[in-house]
């Protein structure tokens, strides 16, 4: 059947009338070109129908099918998450438009904006269609003719065997194939199984969709696409597919493994299972157990080969294509040595003797071990800033017997954020780690020779890597998985992980790592783990809730490890499985050695810069000591009267922020400072730097956050250049826009905000620099009132991160009666007290000086699991929503994080209680009784005075009980006047919202007056 492409143009004209009314037309018309080369249709909506031969989720990167009719065959490209999906064998009709790759690879575009573009299903489990028989000279001559016709190529061999996809690809594979007349392509979709498969035997049949180059297309060329390896058929004896479940044991086991086989072209009679040498079978035909279709009537024979090589035999076998069925011996022993061992698969068709298949069934040993039996002793993960090429990892034997550590994995939290690792790197067969041995696993070994003047035990080389150095004189251990042929990307371990550019150890960066050490590749059985974070970027573990590692929050912090440092245990190699308590930053490097966990090298002085007008950062080579560093007498200007006002330390521990008197601008200061020790207390010598005053001065944050009888700042409309530190992070309010709050160390807040994200937002604590125009957010309902600082037409908006990691801003205490002032805008505050109202998204709670808002700032706090009556305390910023002008109401505190709320315990008491200071007031004097008192949670309270007939003299509180709660008495009744001498009760008195009594308590008082 020959499809040809080119239409006359007598014919183009019905076709485009029949896609404008919207008419089924035949699919060898979407493929139809005209004089040019280009489709006759091309960007024409069309709708079409067929069967589906090749289903949705086989290509799955691009959600492609074909669809096939009478006339030919076509891909359709769906956007991924299109709907229906659509499997072989369903009749479907599509609406689409015609596209083209390159002019070549035609196509049905639906979704992405394709107006009524859609695809319908009118019935399910049809046939699919018969494959059209091709040779390799009608796909390499003639290829275009039968473009995206579902199709078998008989009888082909690859004339690159090397070449088949032996691991996993990010893109097309192109092999060459050949029958006994010519070649043509054969095309590996990168998302099939094919990858990673065993390659076929000498000669296959070949089926699947016809199509150019899927890369190229215009390079020239036809080929066929496999759905999946089982189109890929071999015929004869030795065909066939086989798998082990398990794939991995360890040594000492007994499993029962179970091996599943799948038919191809052929029906096979006969197939034999070799066991493997160093394994135990049986050879007890009752401990095989057959399973499937394939098996219903085979007979089992368990014999030995020429070798003495245990064989169990199959015969009387019906394992066709697309059959299955399953061999399991049960009550093997595993082999002793650790290792990949292969149960060879032998098939064969009726009358001819079993042939090896071309890969058989795989099974992996590990060889055992327990949490200790081997410590990751020592990491050395800075030698060079832009390349890190002598890195390595010290594993260490603390026990008094060699542990044969074949087939373990060494394994990082890399690039990818995967915690418990991704990229596995194991240890070849024969690796031993003696007894209070040490083996070393370098990055590079030619990096480490020229660090460390020797030569590793072992290095990670990624050959996909093109950049990678091999020494051929050092073993590798093998990358086992995943492979993703990924030539710009490394998959080595690098000992900083996460997402900090590749490795290099840059200060500044984001810094996250965790090294774990398996004994499979499963990751079943961990023998130890350690992780080390930066303080800055990451407040708390990446990995949390991991009992390997010790719990949560338990990550060693150094920070920036210095150059050449090392991060190591003691010299006993302790292990606790607690990083923060194991691992110790040291300035020797002692690989294949005990460790030296002691710093021997004194700090030196990086580098100081202004960081605005009124800061001055100092930086150190490592940690240093906080005491000496926030010592504002080590630090000298010469020549200037500039004066140093307080100190701020970081918490990476190696940078200092000086708050100082304002600078002068572009005058070179000389900083000399002295005294500083690092936190071993090597001291540091004096040392001097010079540095330029900042060229802007600030806007004092007092004068934007000012207010004018509205209560609007009298900077608004001006341009104003903010100096503050982070109280509230990008992403906290608003995520999908930049809101930012930043105060400075006088206590005013201010919110910076802008529609747009930022490439490289500011962390909490960052002081940070805004330049921008003061703007007082009114909605267009007119409520707010907000002072901010934004961009405009007028002022460019600008965000400089002067400096990383302080915690300089502490949330000022304050009682919730307190609160709502104007003047506290945007200032971080905390406050407590009890929950009088609920009302959705915000909660009113009160500590007896009056009430204030707590409101959920576009943030998904949970405020259900708060109760009326409820004691909390809340940490937040003062945000105002006004309504009308004067804006001086509408306050609400924002919570930032469910750790900013707190409920408190022991708040309330169980029954009503009251005691007095004194029980004798003398009204002379004009004495004040101090009265305490304190309820049930949630009940509604009395505090009132009663004379000795019961009558009300004074009520002192009458409301919801906000816990413990203070009042005086001064001996006066409700009408102020005093109350006669005499005994006098305070009597308190509860009730539950429901109204029934909740307690009662009572002090009596004598009223009198001292005798002349």
């Not at 009338?17 to 024409?44: C, F, K, Q, R, Y």
């Not at 035997?201 to 390079?219: A, C, E, I, R, T």
Request: with cysteine; charged share 20%.
């Amino acid at each position: 059947m020959k499809l040809k492409r080119v239409i006359p143009l007598g014919v183009l004209t019905l076709l485009m009338a029949a896609t404008a009314m919207a008419d089924v037309i035949d699919i060898s018309a979407v493929n139809a070109d005209d004089e040019t080369g280009h489709p006759v249709l091309l960007s024409e909506i069309v709708t079409i129908e067929g069967v589906v031969t090749v289903g949705t989720g086989a290509f799955a990167d691009t959600n492609e099918i074909y669809v096939q009719d009478a006339t030919g065959g076509v891909l359709v490209k769906q956007v991924l998450t299109a709907v229906p999906s659509v499997a072989p064998g369903d009749s479907v009709r599509v609406t689409g438009k015609v596209d083209v790759v390159y002019y070549k690879r035609t196509y049905l575009k639906v979704g992405g904006g394709v107006a009524g573009s859609r695809i319908d299903i009118l019935s399910t489990g049809n046939a699919v269609p018969e494959p059209l028989e091709l040779t390799a000279r009608d796909l390499a001559l003639s290829g275009e003719d039968y473009e995206g016709i579902y199709a078998v190529v008989r009888d082909v061999s690859l004339l690159h065997p090397s070449n088949w996809p032996s691991t996993e690809y990010t893109d097309f594979r192109e092999l060459d194939i050949a029958d006994a007349d010519t070649s043509c392509w054969l095309w590996v979709h990168p998302y099939t199984d094919v990858d990673g498969s065993p390659p076929p035997l000498d000669d296959f049949d070949v089926y699947g969709v016809v199509s150019p180059d899927p890369k190229q297309p215009n390079n020239g060329g036809y080929g066929i696409i496999p759905a999946e390896r089982v189109d890929i058929r071999s015929a004869g004896s030795g065909a066939g597919f086989a798998t082990a479940i398990p794939d991995w044991v360890f040594t000492g086991d007994e499993p029962d493994i179970e091996v599943s086989l799948v038919g191809e072209a052929d029906e096979l009679t006969r197939i034999s299972v070799a066991i493997p040498g160093g394994w135990t079978f049986s050879g007890d035909t009752a401990d095989v157990d057959l399973d499937g279709a394939a098996f219903a009537t085979a007979d089992v024979v368990a014999h030995q080969d020429s070798t003495n090589a245990m064989l169990v035999t199959i015969a009387g076998a019906n394992l066709i294509y697309g059959s299955t069925g399953a061999i399991t011996l049960n009550n093997m022993t595993v082999a002793s040595t650790a290792g990949d061992y292969e149960f060879v698969i032998a098939t064969a068709v009726a009358g001819e003797d079993p042939v090896a298949t071309g890969d058989g069934a795989w099974v992996h040993v590990a060889t055992t071990g327990d949490p200790g039996d081997v410590v990751i002793n020592e990491l050395y993960p800075n030698s060079d800033a832009t390349s890190d090429i002598a890195e390595f990892i010290e594993l260490h034997n603390p026990s008094r017997g060699t542990i044969d550590i074949s087939g373990w994995i060494l394994t990082d939290m890399d690039d990818s954020g995967t915690c418990g690792g991704s990229n596995l790197w194991e240890f070849p067969i024969g690796s031993e780690i003696e007894a209070g041995d040490y083996i070393i696993v370098a990055r590079h070994a030619i990096g480490y020779f020229m660090r460390f003047g020797s030569n590793p035990d072992y290095e990670l080389v990624d050959e996909d890597y093109a950049t990678d150095p091999d020494n051929s004189e050092v073993p590798n251990l093998t990358l086992a998985s995943p492979v993703d042929g990924d030539s710009q990307t490394s998959q080595e371990i690098i000992l900083m992980g996460g997402d900090d550019e590749n490795g290099a150890m840059i200060q500044g960066k984001r810094v996250y790592e965790a090294v774990y050490l398996y004994t499979d590749r499963l990751k079943t059985e961990l023998i130890d783990a350690v992780e080390y974070r930066d303080p800055i970027y990451l407040e708390e573990d990446f990995c949390t809730g991991e009992p390997e590692l010790g719990g949560d929050n338990d990550a060693y912090v150094p920070g920036y490890v210095p150059l050449d440092y090392t991060l190591g245990r003691d010299a006993v190699s302790t292990d606790t499985n607690v990083s923060s308590s194991d691992l110790i930053l040291s300035s020797t490097p002692t690989p294949g050695e005990e460790n030296d966990p002691t710093d021997g090298e004194a700090p030196s002085l990086i580098g100081v810069s202004a960081s605005g007008d009124r800061f001055v950062k100092v930086e150190f080579s490592e940690p240093v000591d906080e005491d000496d560093v926030t010592n504002i007498s080590n630090y000298t200007f010469f020549d200037s009267d500039r004066e140093i006002l307080s100190a701020w330390f970081s918490r990476d521990e190696r940078t200092v922020l000086l708050y100082t008197t304002a600078d002068s601008t572009d005058f070179s200061y000389r900083l000399d400072v002295s005294g500083v020790a690092d936190v071993a207390g090597n001291q540091m010598s004096d040392a001097s730097a010079s540095f330029l005053g900042y060229y802007q001065h600030s806007t004092p944050m007092s004068e934007i956050q000012a207010y004018d009888e509205v209560g609007l700042s009298p900077l608004e409309g001006e341009r104003a250049v903010a100096v503050g530190f982070v109280t509230v992070p990008p992403g906290v309010f608003q995520s999908g826009k930049t809101s930012i709050y930043i105060q400075d160390l006088d206590g005013y807040g201010i919110n910076i905000f802008e529609y747009d994200l930022l490439s490289d937002p500011p962390f909490e604590g960052d002081l940070i620099e805004v330049v921008g125009e003061v703007v007082e957010y009114i909605s267009s309902s007119g409520q707010g009132a907000t002072t901010e600082i934004t961009g405009s037409n007028d002022v460019p908006f600008s965000l400089t991160v002067h400096a990383r990691g302080f915690d300089a801003i502490q949330p000022a205490v304050m009682r919730t009666g307190d609160i709502s002032d104007e003047a506290l805008e945007g200032t971080l505050i905390t406050t407590s007290g009890v929950i009088m109202s609920l009302e959705g998204f915000a909660i009113y709670i009160d500590d007896g000086s009056g009430s204030v808002q707590v409101y959920q700032n576009f943030t998904d706090l949970d405020f259900s699991k708060y109760a009326f009556g409820d004691s909390i305390s809340v940490t937040g910023v003062l945000l105002q929503y006004d309504y009308s002008s004067p804006f001086f109401s509408g306050y609400e505190l924002a919570p930032r994080y469910e750790s900013d709320l707190e409920i408190m315990e022991a708040h309330y008491v169980a029954d009503a209680a009251v005691t007095a200071t004194a029980r004798v007031l003398d009204i002379d004097e004009d004495d004040c009784v101090e009265i305490s008192y304190n309820g049930p949670q949630a009940s509604r309270i009395s505090v009132r005075i009663f004379d000795l007939q019961g009558r009300s003299v004074k009520t002192l509180y009458d409301g919801w009980c906000l816990g413990p709660q203070m009042a005086t008495w001064d001996g006066k009744n409700d009408r102020g006047k005093d109350v006669p001498p005499g005994v006098y009760v305070c009597q308190v008195q509860a009730r539950a919202r429901t109204g029934e009594a909740a307690g009662n308590a009572a002090v009596p008082i004598v009223v009198g007056m001292k005798l002349q």
